[in-house]
Nanobody, 122 residues
Framework: QVQLVESGGRLVQAGASLRLSCAAS????????MGWFRQAPGKEREFVGV????????LHADSVKGRFTVSRDNAQHTVYLQMNSLKPEDTAVYYC???????????????WGQGTQVTVSS
């Protein structure tokens, strides 16, 4: 069982950087793949990135490659999403998730955070 609490979302201008954090608790955190997804109103939930339990593998969506980076610190039980060169189209609620599979498919994730709002103004 994993509990996730997100923080860091805020209003920023285009071109700015933000780092989202996801604090996790539970015995299985270090053995869980951790994913980031985002969803804008009226749009489908979109894969952003995922990191393997040890942090040795990452996968990022084409739309964010070169700008966003998923990382984790298992000692701190925290997952991060570093976002650089933000664009207005990045505006969405960002969700942290945990699961047993390293995948971009949202339906495979077992646990989800509450979401944090990121707004990028033009």
């Amino acid at each position: 069982q994993v509990q996730l609490v997100e923080s860091g979302g805020r209003l920023v201008q285009a071109g700015a950087s933000l780092r989202l954090s996801c604090a996790a608790s539970g015995r299985t955190f270090s053995s869980s793949a951790m994913g980031w997804f985002r969803q804008a109103p009226g749009k489908e939930r979109e894969f952003v990135g995922v990191i393997s339990p040890s942090g040795s593998r990452t996968l990022h969506a084409d739309s964010v490659k070169g700008r966003f980076t998923v990382s984790r610190d298992n000692a701190q039980h925290t997952v991060y999403l570093q976002m650089n060169s933000l664009k207005p189209e990045d505006t969405a609620v960002y969700y942290c998730s945990a699961g047993d599979r390293f995948t971009s498919y949202s339906g495979s994730y077992l646990y989800w955070g509450q979401g944090t709002q990121v707004t990028v103004s033009s």
